[in-house]
């Protein structure tokens, strides 16, 4: 009996916790967004400044990062950065966006970006998962909960049945 209430109450954890994850892929995505907005409004500055000088956006980047001054070649460098960190978030919101649910769990796994990723985690506000994927994930976090605590708890209860057997 009392396996029986630790498997439903580590079911019912597990559930719960298991629920969260779209949530905070939803919050991470919401993160990942704010951060293309700005990486493209500081690339958009950046092509600007490079047409007035009648540059293209590499060539600007290219300038920078061929001056003799440290400094401005630090700049360079660090523009190269922010147009290479651009294309690989802006390639994971499109993945996310064209994949289904499952498939958006499936790319924040694999391509998750661990800046943003802290910042969702610290920023994070557990919600009532009222959607198919929250249920599911849901129902799969209480089958694990409860199929681990009975796993576990399975060579106690054959030495009990074993202790309790009459002897021949």
Known sequence: MLVRRLALFFGLVFAVAASQIPEYAQQYRQRLGGAIDELRTIVARFDEDSAREGLTEQQGVARLAENNDQFVRGRGLQMQDVVRRLNVLSRTETAMAESGQVGRLLTLIGDFDPLIARRAY???EPAVPVTGEGFALG?????????LMRLIAMPFRRSRKARHAPAR
């Open 122 to 124: 610290a920023s994070y």
């Open 139 to 147: 129902a799969l976090g209480f089958l694990a909960g409860f199929g």
